[in-house]
């Protein structure tokens, strides 16, 4: 069968494949949303840069900012500063714990590299989501 032949109700919904619902609270978040909750925590990092380093510009710092901040907030509340502003979190496997430090730490080093983040599968799961078994989800 082919992809125009297929009914609506045949067809595999974003989040299927992870047990998710197709849209709503806790259906995988759109690529646009994504990317603008990345601009907030990465000018959120550089701002918070810009206050150590002023007079200078924060350069490279900020790099290290972000992963620190991002990182820590996962493990801590399951969502960035710029999740929370534009209703994400993020779920992984053991959704009534705190996500696991491994997690938080290898999922944010390949988001650093912004390339993992950019190779998405058929759920629209970014590489750095599939390698730590997450996948960043609407809260609301």
């Known amino acids: ?11 595999r919904g974003r989040g299927a494949a992870l047990g998710l619902p197709p849209e709503g609270p ?13 601009l907030v925590d990465a000018v959120a990092a550089g701002l918070v ?3 150590f380093t002023a007079p200078d510009p924060p350069q490279q710092w900020s790099l290290l ?22 209703g994400l979190r993020l779920a992984h496997p053991h959704p009534e714990q705190r996500l696991a430090p491994w997690r938080a730490v290898v999922r944010t080093a390949l988001l650093v590299l912004l390339l993992p983040a950019l190779v998405v599968d058929s759920d629209g ?14 809260d609301r």
């Open 1 to 11: 069968m082919t992809r125009d032949d297929a009914s609506p109700s045949q067809e």
């Open 65 to 86: 900012t972000f992963g620190v901040m991002t990182a820590l907030f996962l493990v801590l509340t399951g969502q960035t500063p710029g999740m929370r502003l534009l």
């Open 26 to 38: 806790g259906s995988l978040a759109p690529f646009g949303r994504r990317v603008a909750q990345y």
């Open 125 to 138: 799961r970014g590489l750095h989501d599939r390698l730590t078994d997450t996948a960043v989800v609407r």
């Open 49 to 51: 840069t810009a206050l």
